[in-house]
């Protein structure tokens, strides 16, 4: 018997290769997805594609200096406690 997840959605590689990478498929959907990976070209293409993305993306990402970070978070909070800008 084929999982609820399968009986509610078409077959749409693109999409559920998205939900997959980005972890938002239920337990139950992962296990039959990743069963299903192993006889579809194209939702394994769309995984991988989609994993390179995420690895690149990740790349690009430039962390804060740790004096930058805190510079940020001291005028969050002076700011926060001004209240909203709206307000004042």
Not at 19 to 39: D, K, M, N, T
């Amino acid at each position: 018997m084929k999982s609820w997840w399968v009986r509610r959605r078409r077959h749409d590689p693109e999409r559920n290769a998205a939900e997959y990478v980005s972890g938002e498929l239920p337990r139950r959907a992962i296990r039959w997805f990743e069963a299903h990976l192993l006889g579809c070209e194209e939702c394994w293409h769309e995984v991988m594609l989609g994993r390179v993305g995420r690895a690149m993306a990740e790349e690009a990402r430039e962390p804060l200096t740790r004096g930058l970070r805190d510079r940020v978070r001291a005028h969050v909070q002076v700011s926060g406690s001004a209240g909203h800008p709206r307000e004042r």
